[in-house]
């Protein structure tokens, strides 16, 4: 079985970053550039829960892309997609950020910037400039009901930036853990609890034993 997706250099050493959906489980990786040179990479590392993987190439001088600040990515503002989509390589696509930290009903809280910029199967991996030409996320998820284009999802550049910086390193995530579950304030929660408006998020529950119970929460 093939696969097929996008990435972007981050370091001109051959350093590549990318979804971890894309390389996940795959006996071998081959990276195509844009100027059709290809090579064999190897997965520096893989985290599933963040959706991102680093790659390495045994190349130098490779030119790279600048990365942006995603704190300051506001909604309204224009990006450009760059990916390679159903396989059209180099297939640029322009939108607005609809959301900024949208969190998606997965289960995980990864903050999403959700854009309406046409990204399909292959665009995955991809880079999401903003107009000044910095990076400000990956494209990593559509919401469609036919697997087409439908409303897209990208991870934060600043999220995937300190992610890649364990993997380079050690080859895998720590986390901190606090042992809690919490849930929205919705407006009924705010009357009962007696505040102005929805606002914050409620502790509905704290684990035994957690670092939370720990400290006292």
């Known amino acids: 079985m093939h696969g097929l997706g996008s990435g972007f250099i981050v370091r001109s ?18 990276v195509k550039l844009s100027d059709r040179r ?18 390495r190439i045994k190349a130098k001088d490779l030119p790279t892309v600048k990365l942006g600040d995603s704190s300051k990515v506001h909604v309204g503002q224009w990006v450009l997609a760059i990916g390679s989509p159903y396989g059209f390589e180099n297939t640029v696509t322009a939108g607005i950020v609809s959301a900024t930290s949208r969190a998606l009903p997965d289960g995980t809280y990864t903050p999403f910037i959700q854009t309406d910029a046409a990204v399909n199967p292959g665009n995955s991996g991809g880079p999401l400039f903003n107009m000044q030409g910095e990076v400000i996320g990956i494209n990593s998820q559509i ?12 991870i934060t550049i600043d999220l995937a930036s300190q992610i890649e910086q364990q993997l380079l390193a050690h080859g895998k995530v720590e986390r901190g853990r606090i042992g809690v579950t919490i849930q929205d304030v919705s407006q009924g929660l705010a009357q009962s609890f007696g505040l102005d408006k929805p606002t914050g998020a409620l502790v509905s529950s ?5 670092p939370a119970a720990k400290g006292g929460l």
């Open 13 to 30: 050493d051959g350093v590549i970053m990318t979804n971890a959906h894309v390389v996940n489980g795959a006996s071998n990786v081959t």
């Open 38 to 55: 290809e090579f064999k990479a190897k997965v520096i590392g893989v985290d599933k829960q963040t959706d991102i993987a680093v790659l």
């Open 206 to 210: 704290v684990e035994k034993d957690s």
């Open 143 to 154: 919401y469609s009901q036919t697997g087409g284009q439908g409303l897209s999802f990208a």
